[in-house]
Nanobody, 126 residues
């Protein structure tokens, strides 16, 4: 059974930091790209970041470049999203998703991912 377990969300003040974790199981981790998406209240879900497990190459949305860092611990089948310099507009439910690397060529598109975690809420107060 495929599972993606996202955790690490919480309430933080503007300028603060959080680290999200996504633990994967049930598929060959090294063959997949892991992405983070977020959905703010009343808005569409958007791609935030992605990492290819095989070579560590990464993608970041312009809105988070320089503030967020994605990393992968392949031994633990875990992807992290370190979020620094958080802003109120980063408030959202954050989801991790997994898709085969040969499929995920536009990492900001939801349709290229097969599996989704349950989401973790990040709230940034001003």
């Amino acid at each position: 059974e495929v599972q993606l377990q996202a955790s690490g969300g919480g309430l933080v003040q503007s300028g603060g930091s959080l680290r999200l974790s996504c633990v994967a199981s049930g598929f060959t981790f090294d063959d997949y790209a892991i992405g983070w998406f977020r959905q703010a209240p009343g808005k569409e879900r958007e791609g935030v970041s992605c990492i290819r497990s095989s070579d560590g190459s990464t993608y970041y949305a312009d809105s988070v470049k320089g503030r967020f860092t994605i990393s992968s611990d392949n031994a633990k089948n875990t992807v992290y999203l370190q979020m620094n310099g958080l802003k109120p507009e980063d408030t959202a439910v954050y989801y991790c998703a997994a898709g085969p690397e040969i499929v995920v060529v536009r990492p900001y598109l939801e349709d290229e991912y097969d599996y989704w975690g349950q989401g973790t809420l990040v709230t940034v107060s001003s």
